[in-house]
DNA sequence: TTAATAAAAGACAAAAATATCTTTTATTAT
DNA sequence: ATAATAAAAGATATTTTTGTCTTTTATTAA
């Protein structure tokens, strides 16, 4: 479904989501990987790509490490994942023609834009910050 | 969502399902990759597999080729994207934690359940015959 | 029986995804 | 100012996926 670097960019975003509304300053790539069972150099890498494209903050030096401003914490999953692995998912033919299209529909396209279409609306309602409490109360997980 | 693998299986075996139904009795390789615009060698990788595996049928030589004996054409879909891609993307977590389980749900968990399933079951509910009259109708594309 | 045909099998190649390591830069505490 | 820290940037390595080519085997038609 998703490309490994966007599971763990989905993860990793939500964690820092959870530190950063518990209460830290900023977290650690180090805790970052660790929290959400990731290879460090790899979700280093990822996040310095989300950063640079501003869905998530960071500073450099003692005490440094990630977190999410305001605004940030309102973005949504849909939004990782089109920063991560483009839009084909949301957008694409699911069976790889050139472009889904309704004019020329492949085999699945009529299901299949169901499908999508709950998928989009489910990622995008679902903000970065929704799921501090739950994650605390450990009704839901990001490693195991 | 499906590998290209994969992408290329479904529509080859939909292409092979149309043709056999059609009255052809085999359908080359060539003509295969062909019909659904896919690289000629790697399709014909592809089918040899599913040919491994008992999905589809060919014969070697003169007038030989690929065809749907009558069982084969009542596969579904999802039989096809399990014997290509596995199941991980029937059972799998959509976050990539080890396992999908109720216990220790990831945060999209119940939400990935739903999709998942109605993926699932409108995969499994298509058949490769089910497709050929629109398809010879021109009202489906498997290329473009 | 022989030559032609077409898939099977196996080897190889290129590209993309995933993962790791090293050096540089910004920041902070001393 | 200096040393320590932690992310950014850049380089490299590994694995998987995708794609191609060559040789072998089975089948058929002449
Ligand atoms: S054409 Fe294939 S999903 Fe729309
Ligand atoms: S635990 Fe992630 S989808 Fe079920």
Redesign the interface.
């Known amino acids: ?2 490309s ?1 670097t966007c ?2 960019a ?2 990793a975003m ?1 964690f820092i989501a959870q530190k950063t509304k518990e209460g830290d300053i900023r977290i650690g790539i180090k805790d970052i990987a660790s929290g959400i069972d990731s290879p460090e150099y790899f979700i280093a890498k990822i996040l310095q790509e989300l950063s640079r494209k501003g869905l998530v903050q960071s500073v450099k030096g003692p005490n440094g490490g990630f977190y999410l401003d305001h605004s940030s914490l309102q973005q949504s ?1 849909a939004d990782v994942v089109r920063a991560v692995d483009g839009d084909k ?1 949301f957008e694409g033919c ?6 889904c ?1 309704e004019k ?6 009529h ?2 834009k ?2 999508r279409k ?2 989009y609306r ?2 995008e309602k ?1 903000k970065l910050g929704n ?1 501090t409490e ?2 605390d109360k450990q ?6």
Chains 1, 2 share one sequence.
Do not use: A, V
């Open positions: 479904m998703f490994k599971e763990y989905i993860r939500i999953l998912i699911g069976l790889g023609l050139k472009q299209s020329c529909p492949c085999p699945i396209h299901d299949f169901r499908i709950d998928l489910t990622l679902s799921f739950e994650l009704l839901l997980f990001l490693r195991r």
